[in-house]
């Protein structure tokens, strides 16, 4: 995984650890370190290393959200011509189910673009 892509995912957890009780934080990471061991998540680093892959951009924000009940791991990207686009990943199975922003198509790797 590329370091520009660690930086932000490691200030993320510190601001949720900071923003949260002590006893909350520890809770809530422990449940999802269990949920990716046990299978339940996919591993953010791996929804990381596919957006590398296959999309130019560094890593602005990443959240682990529930919708409609599932959890989803919506990740935004900052594009090589300054465009900010949001990617939304089922957390369960890893599959890509969502793209939301302008140029996205310019974000693509060249050996992606069609």
Known sequence: MCGQQVLPALWLSALLVLATPQGLADDHWRSLHDAVRSGQLVALSHILDW???????????????????????????LGP??????????????????????????????????
């Open 51 to 77: 957006l590398e892959a296959h999309y130019e951009g560094q890593v602005l924000e990443v959240e682990l959200e529930r919708d409609d009940g599932q959890p989803v791991y919506e990740i935004e990207m």
């Open 81 to 114: 011509q300054g465009q900010v686009v949001e990617f939304e990943f089922n957390a369960r199975s890893g599959e890509l189910i969502g793209i939301e922003g302008v140029n996205i198509e310019g974000m693509r790797r060249k050996e992606e673009a069609r």
